[in-house]
């Protein structure tokens, strides 16, 4: 077994199943871990339950949600929700990656992407060798960071997990690139204000 956290499989062989969507994660290079089902919230001790052995994948319970660790997986991702703010405006972090592309003359990244159960999407990023990228929440509007960070790092609800009914799925089936170092500038650098793009 290769749990990454130095723990093994609390249950025996065979008492979870294996999904095809955690399994191609690992196929990818990606590190995952269970997340309860109908959930996207990581139970505590998450971190000690990432790993890269099929065996532990298929010993979860379930209908488990797929977890994936940004810390052991080398792994940046950019979370764009769309959705309503605390004061009821729209916020649309497709639409602000969209102008911050603009603004940096880059085109839209071309990277595996997932379409997530709320209507948005996460872009995955290989991170940069030997800098420190954070996660943050409302980096831009719309937009959280979720990253290996410099001690636990953040985690990603994967592809084949299933909230309220709606699935994540792959909706841009593509290697996963380097974080683009336009992109890497941004996140290693606090900016004057995180609500102007």
Known sequence: MRMLGGLSSTGPAGTGRATPNALDLLERGLAVFALPPDSKVAAPGWHQQVTTDPADVAAWPAGSNIGIGCRASGLVGLDLDRKNDAGGAQVDGVDTLKALCARARRPWPATLTVATAGGGLHLYFRAPPGIVVPSSISRWPGIDIRAPGRR??????????????????????????????????????????????
Not at 165 to 178: E, F, K, N
Request: hydrophobic share 45%.
């Open 152 to 197: 636990l790092g953040g985690y990603l609800a994967g592809p084949g997990s299933v909230i309220a009914g709606r699935s994540y799925a792959i909706a841009r089936d593509l290697p996963i690139a380097p974080l683009p170092a336009w992109l890497t500038a941004h996140l290693t650098h606090r900016p004057r204000t995180l609500h102007r793009v």
